[in-house]
């Protein structure tokens, strides 16, 4: 799950640095500045995964990206799309989670007959 996620984080990474091209040309310093945040953000927030803090910031820069929309009007879709991947990568890091420890268990207990 945690590799998902951060995968996620990483790639939002690079958007935003996309974004911040795109914003330069018609926006001032503070929208810059809020983009160049989202995305220091989104690197902490992979790094800090091994705890909550870590899945509380991954939360906050995906509602930040799809906010960023009121900057450049893409960032709406773009957003969404990686708040999507977001809850995809958590619910499908789950059940591989859950699938891993089965296997987990069941080699134990041919281990122990």
Do not use: H, N, P
């Not at 820069?61 to 799809?66: C, L």
């Not at 893409?74 to 989670?97: C, D, H, P, Q, S």
């Amino acid at each position: 799950m945690k590799m998902l996620a951060r995968s996620v984080l990483i790639m939002e990474f690079f958007v935003m640095g996309f974004a911040l091209l795109l914003a330069r040309i018609s926006t001032g310093k503070i929208e810059l500045l809020l983009g160049a945040l989202i995305a220091i953000c989104a690197v902490l927030a992979s790094g800090a995964l091994r705890t909550s803090r870590g899945w509380i910031l991954g939360w906050i820069v995906q509602f930040a990206m799809v906010a960023y929309g009121l900057v450049i009007f893409t960032m709406y879709f773009v957003g969404a799309l990686f708040l999507a991947l977001w809850i995809a990568a958590i619910v499908v890091g789950r059940k591989g989670e859950a699938i891993r420890a089965k296997l987990v268990a069941e080699r134990e207990a041919k281990k122990d007959q």
